[in-house]
């Protein structure tokens, strides 16, 4: 991939200068975050992580992860309706991983009773790397699409100008004027609030179910803010205030002492630790409710990493989107090669595959958040010990992407300042609501770019290993 800014990257005091420049214009930008030692108030803030220099991202690889986002949309959605699908492709899951198996047990129970929701609000993110072949052209390849607790959206608007605003002072003054301007919080808001207003309740309002500690207040605030704007009020509630606070009426209208909640809208909820037997009741009371979950149980399910690998077997895509070849086609070219370790012939071959060749795949549990996968030696050892016992289905093996990697330097507070040789991954927003059998909206709603040094296999920007980007397209 082209390396727009070699001459700049090597010239120290250059490099300092630009870097003191863009965490002010960052802080002045609103690209902020919470401290670990103050995460529950904020009087202390600092600004999110975020590379110094846009990274150089291929335009088509671009456009070809925007035209594909209102397929997997649509993908995501049919899948959320189609029980049969989620029932056997979860089957041998549920056995071993328990987490899924509550998450689904919630699931049948609100199906069994007959759903009260009627209006349908998907917010999810399409992941990305670019996959470096031998011959050096690179291919979109999807890592995974996350359908509950998408974050970022928010923080990412801030720093197109941050990176806009570097490049003047390095000297790129009609570089900078190419950066794409970006706000995923729009569209995720317009998305909110067209749910609300099908749900059909003036007073009623829009529940963000956020987590305990909330370090990334900043990116839903942005969201948030959004709404208000639009006249929409916005509560924030944690399970717990739910199990405390909250009711169902006689026709499953959700009360928050006494307030009528008409959208909610996860930002936790997505990993075991969120959980604790108060919580999961909170989860089912939510479910159970007419209101519009964002995302309801049926489509977190839709997001887990079982379901991606059994998407890529041949026919699958067929059954779930008859009547779609041309989206079909669009997604699958993004598809990077996933494989079912369930038990069987099939789960030995390439288990014993990965053993032998552990540097070809990446490992992962059904997990979210990051700092979950496997790789390497790790990814040996451990397959090497489940590889006889049915634990090994709590796990899916998929082809690792290579992306060829850049030089950037990524500002932390309290870090100093180095180059890092890095790669990204590119997220595409996307959101669509459903009334009963209609879509009513379909739409990628923005991008966020994530860095890493290459030294990190694993990681996000909340787990303090990605910081926020800017693409420059080439
Ligand atoms: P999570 O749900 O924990 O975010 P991901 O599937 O997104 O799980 O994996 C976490 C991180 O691991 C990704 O952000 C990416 O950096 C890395 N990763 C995941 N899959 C691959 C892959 N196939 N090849 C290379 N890196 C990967
Ligand atoms: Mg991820």
Request: hydrophobic share 40%.
């Amino acid at each position: 991939m082209a390396a727009p800014w070699r001459d700049v990257v090597r010239d120290a005091a250059a490099v300092r200068e630009a870097a003191a420049v863009a965490v002010d214009a960052a802080l002045l930008a609103g690209g902020l975050m919470r401290t670990g030692e103050q995460p529950h108030a904020s009087d202390v803030v600092n600004y999110a992580p975020f590379t110094l220099l846009p990274s150089a991202v291929p335009r088509a690889l671009f456009e070809q992860a925007y035209a594909v986002q209102q397929d997997f949309n649509l993908l995501v959605d049919a899948i959320s309706q189609n029980k049969e699908f989620l029932e056997q492709t979860l089957a041998s899951t549920i056995k071993v991983d328990d987490f899924t198996a509550r998450l689904f047990r919630i699931y049948m129970q609100v199906l069994e009773e007959g759903l009260a929701q009627t209006v349908f609000l998907g917010i999810n993110r399409s992941d990305y790397m670019f996959d470096c072949g031998l011959d050096g052209t690179a291919a979109l390849r999807q890592i995974e699409i996350n359908t509950i607790a998408a974050s970022f959206g928010g923080l990412t608007s801030r720093t197109a100008d941050v990176h806009g605003l570097v490049l003047k002072v390095l000297g790129k003054t009609e570089e900078a004027s190419h950066l794409l301007p970006n706000n995923p919080a729009k569209g995720l808001a317009l998305g909110i609030a067209k749910a609300w207003e099908l749900y059909g309740s003036q007073r009623a309002v829009v529940m963000f179910l956020v987590e305990e500690i909330q370090r990334n207040i900043f990116d839903q605030r942005c969201v948030e803010n959004e709404l208000w704007n639009r006249n929409i009020r916005v509560i924030r509630k944690r399970f717990r205030d739910v199990f405390e606070q909250g009711s169902l009426d006689a026709s499953r209208r959700l009360y928050m002492d006494g307030q009528e909640v008409a959208v909610v809208y996860y930002r936790e909820g997505y990993v075991p630790q969120n959980y604790n037997q108060q919580n999961w009741e909170a989860r089912l009371l939510l479910e159970r409710s007419r209101a519009v979950k964002c995302p309801d149980i049926a489509t977190q399910l839709a997001g887990t990493k079982k379901v991606q690998q059994e998407l890529s077997r041949p026919g699958t895509l067929e059954k779930l989107l008859p009547g779609h070849p041309e989206a079909i086609s669009r997604m699958r070219a993004t598809f990077a090669g996933l494989y079912s370790l369930d038990e069987g012939e099939e789960g030995d071959r390439i288990a014993a595959t990965a053993i032998a060749d552990p540097d070809r795949f990446v490992l992962k549990p059904q997990r979210e958040g990051g700092g979950n996968n496997l790789y390497g030696e790790e990814l040996r050892q451990v397959l090497e010990k489940i590889k006889d016992s049915p634990e090994r289905t709590s796990y899916i093996l998929m082809d690792k992407i290579k992306p060829q990697p850049a030089l950037n330097y990524l500002l932390r507070a309290h870090s100093p300042l180095q180059v890092s040789e890095c790669i990204s991954e590119l997220g595409i927003f996307g959101v669509y609501v459903r009334q009963g059998q209609e879509l009513v909206l379909n739409q990628a709603a923005g991008h966020l770019l994530r860095t890493k040094a290459i030294e990190h296999a694993d990681g996000g920007v909340a787990a303090g290993v990605a910081v926020l980007d800017t693409p420059y397209l080439v």
